[in-house]
T-cell receptor
Framework: DGGITQSPKYLFRKEGQNVTLSCEQN?????MYWYRQDPGQGLRLIYY???????QKGDIAEGYSVSREKKESFPLTVTSAQKNPTAFYLC?????????????FGQGTRLTVV | QKEVEQNSGPLSVPEGAIASLNCTYS??????FFWYRQYSGKSPELIMF????GDKEDGRFTAQLNKASQYVSLLIRDSQPSDSATYLC??????????FGAGTRLFVKA
């Protein structure tokens, strides 16, 4: 059963704490993405990766870090430098091809600062 | 700054009517266009994609693209209460990046 799995579904972070969101896919997609969604807003790109061991900053990368050591995995760390991390985080992947950039999404992780 | 603009809504239509959702984009070099449906608290799911000017139909959904006007729309025929959701327009600008609009909330009244 192919898809993208994000965990945990809900995550609570204390002030000054780093947390890591997991994203795993078995779709054999090369490209993977992390988006942030705030209430009433669209998706904003945090980081993306086209191949293993390579990734690029998106529009709002400050306070976040990623790694891509395996094709299947693209974890996102929300660092203490991210001052307003409460949001819905979505991981996605897309198949190869110049036009085929449609994204397949995981079920999301809702992060709350407590 | 490449942008994708949508009316935030809510757009309210009666059951059985046609819902029309609109989207404009700023990058003339955009190549691919997508509509996603997102239920409250859930992740987006792809419902339509279109690459060429004109109409593309899939069941009750029709996507329309006009590259000259930089305009893409989604029509939902015979709207059902289960269609009530936020619809996100997304534009592929080449390479691996996609720009998302903020979404239009649709409410279908039974």
């Amino acid at each position: 059963d192919g898809g993208i799995t994000q965990s945990p579904k809900y995550l609570f972070r204390k002030e000054g704490q780093n947390v890591t969101l997991s994203c795993e896919q078995n779709l054999n997609h090369d490209a993977m993405y992390w988006y942030r969604q705030d209430p009433g807003q669209g998706l904003r790109l945090i980081y993306y990766s086209q191949i293993v061991n390579d990734f690029q900053k998106g529009d709002i990368a400050e306070g976040y870090s990623v790694s891509r050591e395996k094709k299947e995995s693209f974890p996102l760390t929300v660092t203490s430098a991210q001052k307003n991390p409460t949001a819905f985080y979505l991981c996605a992947s897309s198949p190869p091809g110049a036009l085929r950039t449609e994204a397949f999404f995981g079920q999301g992780t809702r992060l709350t600062v407590v | 700054q490449k942008e994708v603009e949508q009316n935030s809504g809510p757009l309210s239509v009666p059951e059985g009517a046609i819902a029309s959702l609109n989207c404009t984009y700023s990058d003339r070099g955009s190549q691919s266009f997508f509509w996603y449906r997102q239920y409250s608290g859930k992740s987006p799911e792809l419902i339509m994609f279109i690459y060429s000017n004109g109409d593309k139909e899939d069941g009750r959904f029709t996507a329309q693209l006009n590259k000259a006007s930089q305009y893409v729309s989604l029509l939902i025929r015979d709207s059902q209460p289960s269609d009530s959701a936020t619809y996100l327009c997304a534009v592929g600008t080449g390479g691996f990046k996609t720009i998302f609009g903020a979404g239009t909330r649709l409410f279908v009244k039974a």
